[in-house]
C-alpha cells in the first residue's frame, strides 16, 4: 500500500532555516509532490522531485531519496508568510490518483 | 493559462438535503479531474477522479457521487447529506505528460457543514 509520514507541527524563527521531513512507502514511484497549503485556502504546488538529489528554486528547496523512502523541503530565509502547512504527496494508481500527507504544520515567529 | 472556478465558496446545508457542488476548468483540455475532501487537521482524502467525459472512479465508499457531463466540468453530488459530509471540499485538475502525472491545480474549495 501507501503510506506517508510528516512530523504534525514545526515552529521556527523569522530569518532562519527549517527543513521539513518526509517518509513514503510506496509500491511504484512516479515522484513526490510539495505542497504549501495557508488555512482555508486552497493547496499551491511547490515542487516536484522524481530523480535523487535537490532541487532548488528560490528560497524553497526539496530533496530526494528513493531508495530510503525519503524527501525534504528546506526553506531559507523564513518569512512571517511562510507560516502555512506543508503537504508531502505522492502519485500512485497508474499516476492518477495522488496521496496526500496529513500536512505539517509550520509556524513562523518574529 | 489555465483556471479553475468551483463553487460556493461556502454552504450550510441540513441533514437530509441534497448537495451539488460544481467545478469547470478553462484553458486546457482532457484534464484528469479530482474531488478531494479535506478534515479539520488533516490531509486530503481522494474521493473521486476522472480522466473524461462519464468517467468517474470512486476511491471510497459514501454518501457522495460525482459526474462529469462536459470535458471540463465536474460535479460533486448527494441526494441525502450527512453530518459525517462536513468538510472542505476541494476540486482539482491535472495532465498527463510522459507518462507522468503533473501537478495538481486546485479551485478555491468549498466549506460545507451540515447542521
Known amino acids: 500500500g501507501q503510506n506517508i509520514d510528516q512530523p504534525t507541527e514545526m515552529t521556527a524563527t523569522e530569518g532562519a532555516i527549517v527543513q521539513i521531513n518526509c517518509t513514503y512507502q510506496t509500491s511504484g514511484f512516479n515522484g513526490l509532490f510539495w505542497y504549501q497549503q495557508h488555512a482555508g485556502e486552497a493547496p499551491t504546488f511547490l515542487s516536484y522531485n522524481v530523480l535523487d538529489g535537490l532541487e532548488e528554486k528560490g528560497r524553497f528547496s526539496s530533496f530526494l531519496s528513493r531508495s530510503k523512502g525519503y524527501s525534504y523541503l528546506l526553506l531559507k530565509e523564513l518569512q512571517m508568510k511562510d507560516s502555512a502547512s506543508y503537504l508531502c504527496a505522492i502519485p500512485w494508481g497508474g499516476g492518477f490518483k495522488t496521496i496526500f500527507g496529513a500536512g505539517t504544520r509550520l509556524f513562523v515567529k518574529a | 493559462s489555465q483556471t479553475i472556478h468551483q463553487w460556493p465558496a461556502t454552504l450550510v446545508q441540513p441533514v437530509g438535503s441534497p448537495l451539488s457542488l460544481e467545478c469547470t476548468v478553462e484553458g486546457t483540455s482532457n484534464p484528469n479531474l479530482y474531488w478531494y475532501r479535506q478534515a479539520a487537521g488533516r490531509g486530503l482524502q481522494l474521493l473521486f477522479y476522472?480522466?473524461?467525459?462519464?468517467?468517474i472512479s470512486s476511491e471510497v465508499p459514501q454518501n457522495l457521487s460525482a459526474s462529469r457531463p462536459q470535458d471540463r466540468q465536474f460535479i460533486l453530488s448527494s441526494k441525502k447529506l450527512l453530518l459525517s459530509d462536513s468538510g472542505f471540499y476541494l476540486c482539482?485538475?491535472?495532465?498527463?505528460?510522459?507518462?507522468?502525472?503533473?501537478?495538481?491545480?486546485f479551485g478555491q474549495g468549498t466549506r460545507l457543514t451540515v447542521v
Open positions: 476522472s480522466v473524461g467525459i462519464g468517467q
Open positions: 482539482a485538475w491535472s495532465v498527463v505528460w510522459r507518462s507522468l502525472n503533473t501537478e495538481a491545480f
